[in-house]
């Protein structure tokens, strides 16, 4: 594995790989890996001759500085698991690497950003917008990966493609859960003891709504899932949206859309997370 700091060498590197014939796959992430990132180096692999995986902490996604500092920074951790994978390229930059200059870019992606996390972060997407358009520039890659975990950031780089004409092939990858069902992120591992073991109710909860739509309306799932989580202590729901998955629009009946997920943001403490689920029916 080839580890570039510099975006200079790693676009020349890609340009010699791309003159060879080599297919690229690109996974961002933001580091302290866990099996769904490294689900995704795994997908990229199937799919292509290169995989550059990317480890950046991203200050301009960061709404709350506060979550910024304290977000696990545990490089020598990812790079004993980026052993278990083929990754060809780590490009792990400094920040004013990708940053040299201040990017005063805005992106229009209609009721995209306006729902749901872009709501609840302000400037979020923005930030991921700016960061990934500056990946893209770098390597063009042929295919990207994004994890499913965060539904709503897959929809907007798939539309970020569409919106600078990009000819790169953005693929969704499927949640990776632990055993209890929590799904795994990053900042899991902020949790305290007593957290962790209270955390598997947002899974199991969304997992049971999942069941209850042959009895429950729209909105008495919403109720029930909300009512549910926040009855634990320890949780407290910040948004849970159903919405059609294409357009992110609110349904309120289940013959709305066909496809439609349930995305979910829990505070545990000072630590938030999220999940989704899908429903059927
Ligand atoms: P992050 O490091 O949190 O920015 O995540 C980097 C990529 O990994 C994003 O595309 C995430 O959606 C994806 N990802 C994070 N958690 C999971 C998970 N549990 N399963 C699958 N993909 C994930």
Known sequence: MKIIKKSKELSDEVAFLKRNGSSIGFVPTMGALHNG????????????????????????????????????RILKNDLEK??????????????????????????????LDKVMEGEHRPGHFRGVALIVSKFFEIINPDRTYFGEK?????????????????????????????????????????????QRANVSLISKTLFEAQENVKYMSVSETKDWVVDTINKNPFLEVEYF?????????????????????????VHVGAIRLIDNIRFYS
Not at 99 to 109: A, L, S, V
Not at 159 to 188: F, W
């Open 37 to 72: 990132h490294l689900s995704l180096i795994e997908y990229s692999n199937s799919d292509n001759d290169i995989t550059i995986v990317s480890i950046f902490v991203n200050p301009t996604q960061f709404n709350d500085k506060g979550d910024y500092n304290k977000y696990p």
């Open 82 to 111: 980026l052993k278990n994978v083929k990754c060809d390229i780590l490009f792990t930059p400094l920040e004013n690497e990708m940053y040299p200059t201040k990017d005063k870019r805005d992106f229009n992606f209609g009721n």
């Open 150 to 194: 965060d539904f709503q950031q897959f929809t907007i780089i798939k539309h970020l493609t569409k919106l600078l004409n990009l000819n790169i092939e953005v693929i969704s990858c499927p949640i990776l859960r632990e055993d209890d069902g929590l799904a795994m992120s990053s900042r899991n591992m902020l949790l305290t003891q007593e």
């Open 241 to 265: 949206e159903i919405v059609d998955e294409i357009k992110l629009e609110p349904i309120s009946n289940w013959s709305d859309k066909k496809e439609k997920i349930g995305c979910i943001a």
